[in-house]
Each structure stands twice: as C-alpha cells, then as structure tokens.
C-alpha cells in the first residue's frame, strides 16, 4: 500500500514537479472568491517557472473562469492552460454529434441558470417546462440550503418524458459562497436512479486531462492537485500522476478541518474510491 504523506504546504514538494494541475471550485475558488492563500501559491510556482494547468468540472466557461482570477489579482497569463466541463460543453452541443445529435434544442433549467454560457451563441432555447423541453440542463443550485428533494417531482416528471439530463461536470457537491452544497452530478445520480438517461462530461474522464495538456510542450513531471477523490484523484490514477488531496474541500466533513490532516481518514476514504493520493494538505498554500 502507497504511504499518503502528510504536508502543510505545495512548497515542500514543488521542486519535484513541473506541471501543476489544479482543479478549481474547492481547490482554487471557494464560491465566493480566490482564496488568499491558494493565490499566493499560484504566484509562487509561477515564479518558479512551474507550469500550471487548471481542469474544472465547473459549468463556467473558459473566460468566465479567467474573469473570476482576474478579480482577485490572478492573471490569466500565469496558466499554461485552462480546461473546463462547461467549455468542453459548448463545443460538444455546437459540433452535435454522437450523444448530442439527437438531444433537440429545447431545454428545462434546473437550479441556478448562474450566466448561461453554456448555451451562448448556440440555436438552444429555454422552455418554461419539462413538457415543452428535449432536454433537462443543470449548472448549479442557487444555494448551499438547497436540497434534492426539492428537484425530485421535477426529475420524476422529466423522465415520465424521457427527457435526457445534460450537465457539465459529474461532481455530487462544490462550494457556494464558502459553503458545501448540491452539485449537478447529485441530481443526475437521482435521475439514473429512477431510470432517466444522463449525458455528463469531465474528471475522472482521462480524454479530458490529456486534452488539458496537449501542445503544452515537455510537461516533465505531473502532479494533479484536487479536493475530490473520484474526480481528480481518480483521474490521476488512471493516467499513473501523482496526486495531492486537499482535505478541507468536499471531503471536509468526513476528513475534518484540521490544519494538519488526518492520514488515517484519507487513507480509508481514498480506499473507499479505489485510488492513493501521494500527499494529502488541508488546503492549497505556500
């Protein structure tokens, strides 16, 4: 069994990797804005001439991503590349090929509508109920209070229609305004419970970190930094990486908010996943 390490912060092991690749919502970002210190860290290893690397289950888009660091001092430029779900989307509903070819253009929103960039520029129109609609879409809730059964009659009412659920990403939880709530992937995982056909995309998926990092050169060493382990940690096992677990992400309730993490906990956590981060950290800093 793989030793997990416990460290307190990306400096002590930053001299054995080149590229970094960081997730964003509970790496990065915690809903509410760029966490302090995970921007000092990303100025570091910039510094250092380290190449870093964002890969997002986010909804958001590309810019909308970029505009979000710019706010809190993080310039674009300091990324060797910024991959999202939600771009990734875009272009998939824009090409409309095999899954995506036969989804109609009609679409329920579920949740938060948040910018809608998804469907921006796109021959998609928002309908005001599941019986006009091809298809159920969902970005996020519009609150970390929000619940799944208030989403269930809808659910059950859509796949009384058959209608598939599109949504970007597959996570089941991410932080809103600094709190931990539903993510997109909880409401898809009902959905295909009750028998309804769900179309999702991003981590652990491999095609879309080696997407991440094409035409990046000579990556040199990998390490894939996230706070999920069946999205990021997954995906690093996957394509043999290493790994850091962010342990106060959307693991914090069974992992706890310890400054120094709790081994034994990440250990049987990362079992439960089939996966072995090489390190675990409470949070992303210098």
């Known amino acids: 069994m ?85 771009e ?64 269930r009659p809808v659910l059950e009412q859509a796949v009384n229609f058959g209608l598939p659920f599109v949504c970007a990403g597959n996570d089941t939880s991410c932080f809103i305004g600094g709190k931990l709530g539903l993510a997109p992937g909880a409401l898809a995982e009902a959905y295909a419970i009750l028998g309804g056909r769900i179309i999702t995309l991003g981590k652990p998926d491999t095609r879309v970190m080696r997407y991440a990092l094409e035409g990046l050169g000579d990556i040199g060493r990998v390490v894939i930094v996230g706070d999920n382990a069946a999205t990021d940690i997954k995906a690093a096992s996957l394509l043999e990486y290493d790994s850091v677990l962010i342990s106060k992400g959307r693991h914090i309730n069974y992992l706890g908010e310890g400054y120094i993490p709790d081994v034994a906990k990440t250990r049987e956590l990362s079992n439960s996943y089939d996966v072995s981060p090489d390190c675990v950290i409470s949070a992303v800093r210098w």
């Open 2 to 86: 793989k030793m997990i390490k416990p460290i307190v912060n990306l400096s002590k092991i930053a001299d054995n990797y080149d590229t970094f690749v960081f997730g964003f919502n509970g790496v990065l970002y915690d809903g509410a804005g760029v966490l302090p210190d995970a921007a000092l860290c990303l100025k570091r290893l910039a510094a250092l001439g380290k190449k870093i690397v964002i890969v997002s289950n986010t909804s958001l888009r590309v810019a909308e991503i970029a505009a979000l660091l710019a706010k809190d001092g993080i310039a674009p430029d300091i990324f060797a590349n910024i991959v999202s779900a939600g």
């Open 88 to 151: 990734i989307l875009h272009y998939k509903l824009k090409a409309a090929q095999n899954e995506y070819a036969a989804i109609g253009d009609r679409y329920f929103y579920l949740g938060d509508k948040g910018t809608g960039g998804v469907f921006f520029g796109l021959p998609f129109t928002e309908v005001s109920s599941v019986e006009q609609a091809h298809f159920l879409y969902m970005s996020g809730v519009p609150s970390a209070e929000t619940m799944l059964d208030d989403y």
